[in-house]
């Protein structure tokens, strides 16, 4: 992985959801590993999470200026200390609630040769949110760019090869069991979805 200015990029998919490339509008999320071959977008809602908030006064909002200015000097571990150092004296933890993944996106290409894929890259831009990976099999490149709408309230795919009629695959939208969920799915022609109700939370 290397990062640029506006810009993450690596030359290889990512193995582990922590290395996936996150896209999001504030309600909806989600991690792109981007391999080329069986994409997986991990989704996330902001309503599905376990447990209620509890809310402490950090007192953060005197020090958040000069944390901000460390942040903006890029003296990371600076402004991490000065971070730490508030919360451990306060004595509480700032507690997030743990979100639930909503489930996978899963995306397989059907490629018209069966040649490695070749010249791979992935990139997160920073500046406008998108990931995009990008490959070649055979004398097809092809590029997948992945985004998060506010406006829309969606997260987007659009794929494209170098050549007309070459985009062509599966899509599945799964979700690992879960005793405390309880989900169905169906498909038709032009949708997936999954309806389920989460009671802890």
């Known amino acids: 992985m290397a990062i640029e200015a506006e810009r993450i990029w690596s030359n290889e998919p990512a193995e582990v959801w922590a290395e996936g490339y996150p896209v999001g509008n504030g309600r909806l999320g989600a991690m792109v590993l981007g391999d080329p071959l069986r994409e997986r977008l991990a989704l996330n809602h902001d309503r599905l999470w376990r447990r209620y908030w509890k809310h402490y006064d950090h007192g953060l ?38 979100f639930v993944p909503v489930g996978d996106l899963g995306i397989y290409p059907s490629h018209v040769c069966d040649e490695r894929p070749r010249d791979y890259g992935r990139t997160l831009d920073l500046k406008n949110g998108i990931v995009e990976v990008a490959y070649s099999v055979g004398d097809l490149d092809f590029r997948r760019e992945c985004l998060a709408s506010w406006p829309a309230g969606v997260i987007a795919v659009n794929m494209t090869a170098s050549r007309t009629a070459c985009v062509s695959g599966e899509v599945s939208l799964y979700r690992l069991l879960d005793r405390e969920c309880e989900i169905a799915g169906s498909a038709g022609l032009d949708e997936l979805v999954m309806e389920g109700r989460f009671d802890e939370g």
Request: contains cysteine.
């Open 61 to 98: 909002k005197d020090i958040f200026p000069e944390f901000q200015r460390l942040c903006l000097e890029r003296n990371w571990d600076e402004a991490v200390k000065l971070m730490k150092n508030r919360v451990a004296l306060q004595g509480n933890c700032i507690y997030v609630n743990p």
